[in-house]
C-alpha cells in the first residue's frame, strides 16, 4: 500500500474521535454497512473518504431501507416528508400537518412516512386550486 493511502486511513477509535462518536457508533454504522471499512486481521480501516461520505449522508433518510427495499426510492415515485416539503417549496411541518389532517397521502412503513408521487401531485394541485381562489376572494 503506498504511503498517501496509508495516512488515509484510519481505525475505529480515531473515526470516532473525528466524528464525535463513540467507537460502538462507528463500529454500528460498519455493520450496517453505512460506512465503508476494510478489516485487516483484527483491525478495522477506514478511509479518510468514506468517512467523509458517510458524515455527509449520516442523517440523511435518503437510503434507508425497510425490509430490505428503498423507503424513499424517488425512481418509483416514493418520497419522504422533507423531499416532498423541498419539492413544493413548502415546510416540513406543513407536510406532516397535511399527513395527519389527511389533507395528504401518505403511508408508514417503520417509523417513517412514505409520500406517493401521485398523492403528492393531487395534493399540490389541490393546494394550487386553494391558493388561486384565495387570491381572487382578496
Do not use: C
Not at 2 to 11: D, G, R
Not at 34 to 60: G, Q, V
Not at 81 to 90: D, E, Y
Amino acid at each position: 500500500m503506498s504511503n498517501k493511502t496509508e495516512n488515509k486511513l484510519v481505525s475505529i477509535t480515531e473515526a470516532a474521535r473525528l466524528n464525535n462518536v463513540t467507537r460502538q457508533a462507528i463500529y454500528v454504522a460498519i455493520k450496517l454497512n453505512k460506512l465503508k471499512a476494510k478489516k485487516e486481521t483484527t483491525r478495522w480501516t477506514i478511509h479518510l473518504d468514506d468517512l467523509e461520505e458517510y458524515r455527509k449522508h449520516k442523517y440523511s433518510r435518503a437510503k434507508s431501507r425497510f425490509n430490505g427495499e428503498l423507503l424513499f426510492d424517488n425512481t418509483k415515485g416514493l418520497y419522504s416528508v422533507n423531499q416532498a416539503a423541498r419539492i413544493l417549496s413548502v415546510p416540513a411541518q406543513k407536510i406532516y400537518y397535511a399527513t395527519r389532517i389527511g389533507a395528504l397521502k401518505a403511508h408508514r412503513k417503520g417509523a417513517a412516512w412514505v409520500i406517493r408521487e401521485e398523492d403528492l401531485k393531487e395534493y399540490a394541485g389541490r393546494m394550487a386550486n386553494q391558493n388561486n381562489m384565495d387570491a381572487q376572494s382578496a
